[in-house]
């Protein structure tokens, strides 16, 4: 088995062991230390950091540890040692680094071992002799766990007590409870037939004995751990969802963050000019509801309940912001926003930044009107202007998405400029008839 | 701070100016960006204070904060209109209110000019202002725009007493829009094809109209700006 390059997402993934001869392996073999994965574990996440490690599909080492632990239980114990011994992810130390501390946690282990062996024996007493073979590893993993129950941090005691749900969940509600009880009985005599057939089969009868109760105990455990088993996948989930959520409401902070810095900064620079304070710090409150409870992006104009002049207030503010260039904003006349109104602005918007950009003029002014039949925007720039039939080519792309924004929407775009004479983008858009200045309150 | 009284630009035809504000930072700093181009003869921080330092001195020109403790730059210009007819008003303001600014104007400014304006720019506003000429800011004429593009939406319930002085002419109307836009004088006679003269005129014009008009919609287009 070669390994071959990292394959994208999960799709891919699942496309490529469908159609590949590398069937299981999802990815080359991992470099860092061995450590226990906390993004996509089950348990204590040893399988998904061997899968890591190794380059094998996660649900390959997960196979191995549950066929390895329903044939000897070995499995389950290498199992529980594994998650005491590596480390998770991120982590300082392992848990049992933390265990050898915990007087009580190691008292307590032994004691439960130490009772477990006395059932052992007694029952090597009773000739049950098929037990003794589980005893190492029970007494290893009834220990283990014990010693992780009491070491591990918050998050893998949170995921053993989901383990140790379904064991907690008899005692619930009495609805499920009925449902459980049936369930337990099924299982029970499911289990106690099919362990039945495999400690009574003789040598001389033919395997079909025991194959059909290795098939019942499985049933039997299908029977009793299946629900829960899908509430586990469900709530993964959930988790995983809850996690996207967190990373998402991270950066929504981080721009907020921003924003309000930035406007701060501005304020603190206009100390002494109050009206400009009060704009800045409404702006601020408006783009800080529309992100936190509308889900708008600071800084973009769709969607936003704004009114034309404050938009253009808006582009004012956030290129002042951007650009440290001033921009005199005059408006005149108001409206609400439409579709066709909200592609004018950000047609302006880039002729301002256009503008700030490339003239290296001191100031721009933006000069926006609402006819009645039309609304229209000037930017002007007094700076080293250019020619027309020689603009750079990355300048042309702009003013093309300008032009090409406009003429979508059934506006028009003149520019006027000539080397060393300012630029002019002239920007207009017609109104619907009817649609009058809204009251102005 | 006294200085020969009467009008008229004194030696070296520098205009002699009065700074009314009521922040000495900015005072000094006005001072020091008019430099020897102006003739500063005397500033004042308030109301009463600046009314007395202007029938003092009779400057051509008084460089007016919009905002002042006592009353605001309408009390001061209100004051003196009567008794000092020949000193101008070049109004200075860092704010956004349109009310206060066409309040001021109303009051009888020659003129509108933010803070923000740079030295020489503030300079040729004065020189401007000392001639009889007007200096209107883009900002100034997006208000009158606006003050005067409300009128007749309010409908023909309340008949014009003075229609000649209650509505700006299409060509008027054209040349704010350019100041608007950000257009000098010059650049608008050049655009329009007309003289800077004749600019000014209309430029004029507009404001003998602001100032006049008895229409109540005009402060009533204030009043409701200031509910805005």
Redesign the interface.
Known sequence: MNPEPAGPGRGGGILRRLGSRHTWIRHPPGTGPLRRSREDRLGGGVAAGLAARTGLDVNLVRTGFVVAALFSLFGAAAYVVAWLLIPAEGADGNIAGKALADRRGMALAAGLASLLVVVLVIASALHAGWLSTLAWPLVICVGGVTLIWRNAPPDEQAVLQRLADPLLGLAQGSRSRRRTVVRVVVAAVTLGLGLGWLLTGHPDQSALRQIAGVILVVAAIAILLGPWWLRIARDLVVERQARIRAEERADMAARVHDSVLQTLALIQRRADHPQQVIQLARAQERELRAWLFDGQAPGSLDGQDLTLAAGVRLIQQEVEAQHEVPVEAVTVGDCDLDDDLRALLAAAREATVNAVKWSGAPVVSIFAEVEPGQVAVFVRDRGQGFDPAAVPPDRKGLAQSINARMARRGGTVVVRTAPGEGTEVSLTMPRPAGDRQPGRS | MTSPAGAGPGPGGRPRVVIVDD?GLFRSGVRSELGDQVEVVGEADDVTPAIAVISECLPDVVLLDVHLPGGGGQAVITALRGSQPQVRFLALS????PEDVIGVIRAGARGYVTK?I?GPDLVDAVRRVAGGDTVFS??L??FV??AF?ALP?DGPGVPSLDPELDQLTPREREVL?LI????TYKEIARELYISVKTVESHVSSVLRKLQLSTRHQLTRWAT??R??
Do not use: F, K
């Not at chain 2, 860092?94 to 209110?97: F, H, K, R, T, V």
């Not at chain 2, 608007?180 to 257009?183: D, I, K």
């Open positions: 922040h860092a704010s956004d209110a923000t740079s883009p900002r004429a997006g725009l606006d593009a939406a829009r608007a836009r950000g257009y409701e700006r509910l805005a």
